[in-house]
Nanobody, 114 residues
Framework: QVQLVESGGGLVQAGGSLRLSCAASGIIFSMNIMGWYRQAPGKQRELVAK???????NYADSVKGRFTISRDNAKNMVYLQMNSLKPEDTAVYYCNAHTRPGYWGQGTRVTVSA
């Protein structure tokens, strides 16, 4: 079965950095566009960044220049390096595979204090 396990979240001060990881199983990882999404309290889930199997990336305007998505197809892992964090980045972060849009992990919580 599909499993997506996110990790790496935590509490950080504004301006700090975190690196999120997502371990995927049950999918043909190398054939999937992988995405990081986030859901802040009281808001809808939104796409933060995505990466194709070949490494092409796309970012939400709100994180461009601060976040970097990467992947390791040999390890079935996708990462999100988050720098210059802002309080508005506070959310639960999830990864997702485009061929399994209904499958979500438990997410990892990121809290950025002012």
């Amino acid at each position: 079965q599909v499993q997506l396990v996110e990790s790496g979240g935590g509490l950080v001060q504004a301006g700090g950095s975190l690196r999120l990881s997502c371990a995927a199983s049950g999918i043909i990882f190398s054939m999937n566009i992988m995405g990081w999404y986030r859901q802040a309290p009281g808001k809808q889930r939104e796409l933060v960044a995505k990466i194709t199997s070949g490494g092409s990336t796309n970012y939400a305007d709100s994180v461009k220049g601060r976040f970097t998505i990467s992947r390791d197809n040999a390890k079935n892992m996708v990462y999100l390096q988050m720098n210059s964090l802002k309080p508005e980045d506070t959310a639960v972060y999830y990864c997702n595979a485009h061929t399994r849009p209904g499958y979500w992990g438990q997410g990892t919580r990121v809290t950025v204090s002012a």
